[in-house]
Nanobody, 123 residues
């Protein structure tokens, strides 16, 4: 099995910064695209940013220029540096990872989520 654990959320004033981290662990053989998604109250979960294993990134228009996604392949960790935070960035932020793991018998694909971390930017 694979576990994804986020950290780094909290309360920050408008214009402030936060850095989220997500550690992937387990019998991971290959970790492909990792990403951050968020879900605000009463809204659907939406893409924030993704990064491939070779570092190609993709961002939602709403966060371009303010958020930066990065990963450390040696640590199976993905980060989300958030700057110039706005009240509309308030949400639960979820980490997602896709890849292959070894279940003790054979290789299996996974597409797993972390438990989420709350980011609150008051208006």
């Amino acid at each position: 099995q694979v576990q994804l654990v986020e950290s780094g959320g909290g309360l920050v004033q408008p214009g402030g910064s936060l850095r989220l981290s997500c550690d992937a662990s387990g019998s991971i053989v290959r970790l492909d695209t990792m990403g951050w998604y968020r879900q605000a109250p009463g809204k659907q979960r939406e893409l924030v940013a993704t990064v491939t294993s070779v570092g190609s990134t993709n961002y939602a228009d709403s966060v371009k220029g303010r958020f930066t996604i990065a990963r450390d392949n040696a640590k199976n960790t993905v980060y989300l540096q958030m700057k110039s935070l706005k009240p509309e960035d308030t949400a639960v932020y979820y980490c997602n990872g896709v890849g292959l793991y070894y279940n003790g018998v054979n290789l299996r694909s996974f597409d797993d989520w972390g438990q989420g971390t709350q980011v609150t930017v008051p208006s």
